[in-house]
């Protein structure tokens, strides 16, 4: 209803909501001897989930401005070994470390053509701000091991990365849209490392305001 009747003043002209996933992934890069950049880690892809409520204002025949709120779920899946205090070592494999986002999206709609079917384009920002972190916790002789906690302790809470995307509207009220979401800052874990995230995903989304 609030949105219905956002819409009827116009400050709005389209309003909905997407849902979908993708794959994220983080690579740890460390700085060398001589101040050069060494990638350390590159881990494994993990699937992840994302859903936004958005709203579209028109600002020409083919140029949109949208912004969105949502959840959206990155991370990696790694695979290790744990050096114990007895000189074994203890391997821990698809490890899931999860980063719950609340996300922000600010970008610029293109549609060039304005037929159903064809594609449009989007380029702006996203704002991520870290709720949770998961990874696994292993249990050995009474101790407690988790790999990647100093990481996802220190990194920073909140990172701004680019959006791009290319979609496809099927009649007024349902389109699907492919994205790809590389970072721009570095996301600092001390004065010596860093990581950089990568996500591409893939989602389904509805006009609310172009259901008839």
Sequence with gaps: LLFSKISEAKVIDRYGFR??????????????????IIINIWNYPK????????????????????SEIGYIQKGFIDDYFINLPDG???????????????????????????????PYFILGFRGDYLLKNRSAQVKYNETMYQQYKYEVDHINKFTISGLLGVGFKFQDFMYFEFEYNPSIFYNYIDS???????????????NIDGIN
């Design 47 to 66: 699937l992840s989930p994302c859903f936004y409520f958005n709203a579209e204002k028109k600002l020409t025949n083919f140029l949109f401005i949208r």
């Design 192 to 206: 010596e490392s860093f990581i950089i995230d990568r996500y591409i995903g893939v989602s389904l989304g509805i």
């Design 19 to 36: 849902i979908g996933g993708g794959y994220s992934n983080n690579i740890t890069m460390r700085k060398g001897q001589f101040g050069d």
């Design 88 to 118: 074994n070592k203890l391997k821990i494999e698809d490890d899931k470390v999860m980063l719950d986002d609340l996300s922000f999206n600010l970008a610029f709609k293109v549609e060039p053509f304005a037929k159903n079917y064809w």
